[in-house]
């Protein structure tokens, strides 16, 4: 029979070993350290950012005043190339501004190019321009905001509440809110449906 001496001596190295083990695995192991897997480090270690010049950034926001108006644009990414350093690749981008209507002009592309010196921006693929109940989507768009100015070209649709327009270009002015559509060649004319019956 075990006596009551041997069986606390049993308990207490049976608590000891457990202590030793819960430190090491639990108290020990960093829990602010991020493990990689062999392809994250291979990727994060290549030659993609840091020798080819090329750097990255999520989920960005650029913000320029002009003539006391506010452009504001964001970005699910960014792309700064070291020899083209005016030059800002975006991903994914949502810009917008208040007119002097107090209304708010969205403009939605899956990629644009930011020049930061003039602040001017290119939107392609799949451009989206939304204010008040107009919509027009676009192959391209070109915003110069210190001319107030949107150019708008390529396969253009502006639809609103009551008519549908077609056109080559469009000229949308962010201090007027006024929107003129117009095609390229002088013997074509702008395509306009209404959808009242």
Request: charged letters at 25%; hydrophobic letters at 35%.
């Given at each position: ?18 202590s ?90 899956d ?11 290119r ?17 391209m ?14 396969n ?38 209404s959808?009242?019956?």
């Amino acid at each position: 029979m075990i006596s009551i001496k041997k069986k606390s001596n049993i308990f207490l190295i049976f608590f000891i070993f457990l202590s030793i083990f819960f430190y090491g695995y639990f108290i020990n192991q960093n829990k602010g350290s991020i493990k990689l897997n062999n392809e994250e480090k291979n990727e994060d270690l290549s030659l993609s950012s840091i020798e080819s010049g090329i750097s990255k950034f999520k989920n960005v926001e650029y913000k320029a005043n002009i003539n006391g108006k506010d452009y504001i644009t964001k970005a699910i990414e960014a792309i700064i190339i070291k020899d083209k350093s005016d030059l800002i690749q975006l991903n994914k981008v949502h810009s917008f501004t208040k007119l002097k209507d107090y209304t708010l002009l969205n403009i939605y592309s899956d990629k644009a190019d930011y020049f930061e010196t003039d602040k001017n921006i290119r939107y392609f693929n799949n451009v989206t321009i939304i204010n008040k109940d107009k919509t027009i989507t676009a192959n391209m768009a070109s915003f110069f905001p210190k001319k107030n100015l949107i150019r708008i070209e390529g396969n253009i649709i502006m639809n609103d509440q009551q008519n549908t327009i077609n056109g080559d270009v469009a000229e949308l002015n962010t201090n007027t809110n006024n929107l003129k559509i117009f095609m390229l060649q002088e013997n074509s004319k702008v395509y306009g449906r209404s959808k009242k019956k």
